[in-house]
């Protein structure tokens, strides 16, 4: 292990680079929490930003650190991480982001990290040392959240027309304009709670590698802590409008009633997994109930073709940002010595 003295430039410009892969999450993500709200105009983009950045913060003080547990204990053997794995990791994860953000690909920023830790790993020691445990329920997630999310937004548009079957058309529109403002913040809170403890882990793996952090700590510094939420609100209110016009646009159209059962059961998805300690995809989830929302409307009222696109980038999300991973873990042992 690298001594203290040795690795504080290091272990700096890493957690740096950490902060901004979390502020790039927040901009690359922002249209999950964002795009139905704006999409049917019950917000302008600006303050959406805005709203969607408040109670990415505000999450700090609802979630517990089970995520950040996760990703920071739970995917890779203790003794095996050092400064080089978490440098390709993060360089990993952000070279996909940046790919699929400039292509409007709503991707995965969460699987893009967790497929940057496997690469840059695997690329040290080997698929032995990974945690099997926390890797395969992170794997499951990618089909589960979407599956929930579909499931949820379902059964909240069909549980919604029941009740409003004998409103006005225009009555409706109304009272979920103002709906859709809970159900926003609620989806927003679920996107920080899940998404800024990804990143606590990794720079939380990267003290403990380093000597920083003792293993045994039932918690990282709260500075990693107020660091991380901060970075990914501060993210989300820059926005990622390319993002934003696929998922509020291509896949289906959406009036704000749609938009209110969509982001309810896409934060109800986000509530339980963050419950359970799981890092989720907070865009497989809202696109989830998305499709869930048109469905039931028509078949024909979803864009399947986007959809389907869509999920591709998934799928590629964990072995590309793993090879890209490796490849950095490699660059980094002649450029870090």
């Given at each position: 292990m690298e001594t203290v003295q040795a690795a504080l430039w290091v272990v700096v410009m890493l957690v740096v680079l950490a902060l901004a892969f979390d502020f790039m999450n927040g901009f690359h993500d922002a249209a999950n929490s964002i795009a139905t709200v704006v999409s049917t105009g019950v917000l302008r983009p600006t303050q959406a930003v805005m709203f969607a950045a408040f109670f990415n913060v505000v999450a700090i003080f609802i979630f517990h650190l089970s995520v950040a547990a996760t990703v920071g204990?739970?995917?890779?053997?203790?003794?095996?991480?050092?400064?080089?794995?978490?440098?390709?990791?993060?360089?990993?994860?952000?070279?996909?982001?940046?790919?699929?953000?400039?292509?409007?690909?709503?991707?995965?920023?969460?699987?893009?990290?967790?497929?940057?830790?496997?690469?840059?790993?695997?690329?040290?020691?080997?698929?032995?040392?990974?945690?099997?445990?926390?890797?395969?329920?992170?794997?499951a997630f990618i089909f589960?959240?979407?599956?929930?999310?579909?499931?949820?937004?379902?059964?909240?548009?069909v549980v919604v027309a029941w009740?409003?079957?004998?409103?006005?058309?225009?009555?409706?529109?109304?009272?979920?304009?103002?709906?859709?403002?809970?159900?926003?913040?609620?989806?927003?809170?679920?996107?920080?709670g899940n998404d800024a403890q990804k990143t606590i882990g990794i720079i939380w793996m990267l003290l403990i590698a380093t000597g920083y952090s003792a293993a045994g700590d039932t918690a990282p510094p709260t500075w990693t802590i107020v660091s991380c939420y901060l970075a990914i609100g501060l993210g989300t209110m820059f926005g990622g409008w390319r993002i934003v016009k696929t998922m509020g646009q291509k896949i289906t159209?959406?009036?704000?009633?749609?938009?209110?059962?969509?982001?309810?059961?896409?934060?109800?998805?986000?509530?339980?997994?963050?419950?359970?300690?799981?890092?989720?995809?907070?865009t497989h989830t809202i696109t989830g109930a998305i499709?869930?929302?048109?469905?039931?409307?028509?078949?024909?009222?979803?864009?399947?073709?986007?959809?389907?696109?869509?999920?591709?980038?998934?799928v590629l999300t964990i072995p590309a940002s793993a090879f890209v991973a490796a490849l950095a873990y490699w660059l980094s042992l002649s450029l870090f010595k």
């Open positions: 204990k739970g995917i890779v053997q203790p003794g095996v991480v050092d400064t080089h794995v978490v440098f390709g990791a993060l360089l990993g994860a952000i070279t996909w982001n940046l790919v699929t953000w400039y292509y409007g690909i709503p991707s995965s920023s969460s699987h893009a990290l967790i497929g940057g830790i496997v690469g840059s790993v695997m690329a040290k020691s080997g698929a032995s040392v990974l945690v099997a445990g926390g890797i395969i329920k992170t794997v589960v959240s979407p599956l929930l999310g579909f499931l949820f937004g379902s059964l909240m548009m009740i409003c079957r004998r409103a006005r058309p225009s009555q409706v529109d109304k009272w979920f304009r103002r709906l859709q403002l809970v159900s926003a913040g609620a989806y927003s809170l679920g996107h920080g159209k959406l009036k704000p009633v749609g938009g209110f059962c969509a982001e309810t059961g896409g934060a109800l998805t986000l509530f339980l997994a963050t419950a359970l300690g799981i890092p989720v995809s907070t499709v869930g929302v048109g469905s039931t409307q028509r078949a024909s009222a979803v864009r399947w073709g986007v959809a389907g696109n869509i999920v591709w980038a998934w």
